[in-house]
């Protein structure tokens, strides 16, 4: 079968709608408690601005680290009066934060360019790509939100502002980082392997460094063995 837009799909289908479902991965999304939410001053975060709209309930996963990525909602949400509303745009968090992207793999705010391909995430955990068009990285007031789960603590760093929300629960119902509190309930994926270069490995492997003596300046490599 091959859709009009040119995607190719081996296994007989019905039409592009089949395609795109097999196309999709769902996230495993959890309820965690907010126990601190703090100014830390400025930073520097970054818009993500994607080639699609948004839907009430969508966002994309963000988090300081990886083993904890919290459900931002997009800005498709009416601004109430401080901004028009964005539908392609999720204010992600700062510059160092991890992102969801395809095929369990992360990778930085930062570092994403147009052309690349981010994981669209509802309320649900049902998921769907959407290409990046631009990153906005401007200076701004940050917030730290961390929450808990099973005993374990996992943070994001975002904009202090009205329009930046997290999503709460699997009804896509989201709440403002300006008036979230101690108690207060937000949807996170939580992971459980360690990452290197985005990629989930066995937080089992060991790591051997291997020098080469005889080269004029001392080489150090690093292998990981199973």
Do not use: W
């Not at 700062?94 to 994403?112: C, F, K, N």
């Not at 949807?187 to 490995?201: N, V």
């Amino acid at each position: 079968f091959q859709a009009e837009d040119g995607i190719r799909d081996s296994v007989a289908s019905r039409g592009l709608g089949d395609v795109y479902k097999r196309q999709r991965e769902n996230e495993r999304l959890e309820v965690a408690k907010v126990t601190n939410v703090k100014n830390c001053g400025t930073g520097d975060r970054a818009c993500v601005d994607c080639s699609t709209n948004f839907k009430p309930g969508e966002g994309l996963l963000v988090g300081n680290f990886a083993n904890g990525l919290f459900l931002v909602h997009s800005e498709c949400i009416s601004g109430e009066g401080y901004v028009n509303s964005r539908p392609f745009r999720v204010n992600a968090g700062a510059v160092h934060s991890y992102v969801q992207m395809p095929d369990g793999r992360t990778g930085y705010l930062s570092e994403l360019k147009a052309g690349e391909v981010v994981l669209r995430v509802n309320a649900e955990g049902e998921t769907e790509e959407a290409t990046v068009g631009r990153v906005k990285i401007e200076r701004r007031s940050m917030v730290l939100v961390e929450a808990e789960k099973d005993g374990e603590t996992y943070s994001c760093l975002l904009q202090n502002a009205e329009t930046v929300r997290l999503i709460c629960n699997n009804k896509g119902e989201a709440k403002s980082v300006a008036a979230l509190r101690k108690g207060d309930e937000v949807l996170i994926k939580i992971g459980k392997q360690a990452r290197h270069t985005g990629i989930a490995i066995d937080e089992d492997l060991s790591l051997i460094h291997i020098s080469e003596p005889t080269r004029r300046y001392a080489i150090s490599y690093a292998v990981f063995c199973l």
